[in-house]
């Protein structure tokens, strides 16, 4: 892949996230002040300022907009909650575009609200010879002594297989997790230039030519030591 479309490819994952987000707030926000309860109320006849009425609307819908929020998370501590978020992210993950979206969103937004400190260190797990795997460290260990992975799929983080593996089979890759995690999820795409080495093929055209050129001259050679032999 060149360089600008490696480009382009980190800047969609950095910034469709965030624009998904902004999009989804904006959208609340306006069927919320639109609802007859918010639109009707008369704010200045409950003492609220005539020139404070757009902030005092603002105010309420946030409100709601929290205690929305506070309902959702609820429901999902319930096994009706917890099944519904496993369909969603079944139905979505069937689609080849939105589920890098909903996914680095999703991501996104764990690794705001629970930081950092529970994405364990990325290493390189080689599968087959000279197939190498980006995996992450669990933090737990067998009986036997064997470190246990956890190996995502892409762009669905959210299956993957758990290997036990000897630590001496790991290899480290020296990046943070969010690093390891993007390319995960941008499958790839998000790998930055120094990351991947990336050299461009030889024209094939121009290969022929020099190939075409090294055999005259050496026929031309070959029927000059004819000459002089005669």
């Known amino acids: 892949m060149s360089s600008w479309k490696r480009d ?12 998904i987000l902004l999009f989804v707030l904006n959208y609340l926000y306006e069927r919320i002040i639109s609802l007859p309860l918010i639109s009707t109320l008369d ?3 409950l003492g609220v300022p005539e020139n404070l009425v757009p902030l005092a609307r603002i105010i309420v819908a ?3 907009i929290i205690t929305l929020i506070l309902a959702v998370g609820y429901l999902m501590r319930t096994t009706a909650g917890r099944l519904f978020e496993s369909a969603l992210d079944t139905a979505i993950n069937q689609m080849p575009g939105l589920r890098v979206v909903y996914n680095a969103s999703k991501l996104a937004v764990e690794t705001a609200l629970s930081g950092t400190d529970d994405l364990q260190e990325p290493v390189r797990l080689e599968t087959w010879p000279g197939v190498r ?3 992450f460290k669990t933090g737990k260990k067998t009986k036997d002594g064997r470190i246990v992975l956890f190996l995502p ?3 669905n983080i ?3 297989y758990v290997i036990e593996i000897d630590p001496d089979r790991v290899e480290e890759t020296g990046e943070s997790a969010e690093e390891a995690l993007t390319r995960v999820l941008s499958a790839g795409f998000a790998e930055s230039a120094h990351q991947i080495p990336v050299e461009e093929a030889e024209n094939p055209a121009r290969s022929d030519d020099t190939a075409t050129t090294v055999g005259t001259e050496s026929s031309d050679t070959s029927g000059e030591g004819a000459t002089t032999d005669s």
């Not at 382009?8 to 624009?19: D, F, K, M, N, R």
């Open 43 to 45: 704010f200045v006849g």
């Open 8 to 19: 382009i490819a980190s800047g969609l994952v950095v910034l469709l996230p965030l624009g």
């Open 158 to 160: 959210t299956t993957g």
């Open 133 to 135: 795997m980006t995996a």
């Open 62 to 64: 946030l409100v709601l």
């Open 153 to 155: 799929t892409a762009p």
